[in-house]
Nanobody, 115 residues
Framework: QVQLMESGGGLVQAGGSLRLSCTAS????????MGWYRQAPGKQRELVAG???????NYADSVKGRFTISRDNAKNTVYLQMNSLKPEDTAVYSC?????????WGQGTQVTVSS
């Protein structure tokens, strides 16, 4: 089992910044990927950004150049730095941890960007 603890959501004005953190604990595999999905009301869940234990990254086109994902393997923690936030970034952001067998999810954190 893997547990995920998220932090960092909140309310920010358009153009502002937020940083999300997600720490994994439990049965951590040395080879894994972590990242964030988001879901806005009435919309499908979408991948925002992911990063492997080897630090390979991928981003949704809508956030490229504005969001940066990073990780600290010693702390089993992944970070999502979100800059130049837009109202359309408003959503519940959920952290994931994925091994070659299972995917685990955090409880989700609300990000609200006001115009």
């Amino acid at each position: 089992q893997v547990q995920l603890m998220e932090s960092g959501g909140g309310l920010v004005q358009a153009g502002g910044s937020l940083r999300l953190s997600c720490t994994a604990s439990g049965s951590i595999s040395s080879i894994n990927s972590m990242g964030w999905y988001r879901q806005a009301p009435g919309k499908q869940r979408e991948l925002v950004a992911g990063i492997t234990s080897g630090s390979a990254t991928n981003y949704a086109d809508s956030v490229k150049g504005r969001f940066t994902i990073s990780r600290d393997n010693a702390k089993n923690t992944v970070y999502l730095q979100m800059n130049s936030l837009k109202p359309e970034d408003t959503a519940v952001y959920s952290c994931y941890y994925r091994s070659n067998v299972y995917t685990y999810w955090g409880q989700g954190t609300q990000v609200t960007v006001s115009s």
